[in-house]
């Protein structure tokens, strides 16, 4: 996942992540994005953090196939 910030929301958003065991790896990067992190997440639960990670940024899902 690639995330986006709407806003300097650093903070939030590093919070928010530790919240979430599936989230296996968590990386600051220069260029378009502001985060890439890798995850493991359900269905449902990756609803939930996209519901949470939307008020504070934008975001893209890449799956591995």
């Not at 300097?8 to 994005?33: H, P």
Request: hydrophobic share 40%.
């Amino acid at each position: 996942m690639r995330v986006f910030l709407n806003g300097s929301f650093y903070s939030q958003i590093e919070s928010l992540v530790k919240q979430y065991d599936e989230i296996e790896e968590f990386q600051k990067v220069s260029g378009q994005a502001c985060y890439i992190l890798k995850s493991d997440f359900d269905n449902d639960e990756l609803k939930r953090f996209i519901q949470f990670l939307s008020k504070y940024a934008r975001y893209t899902v890449e799956v591995v196939v």
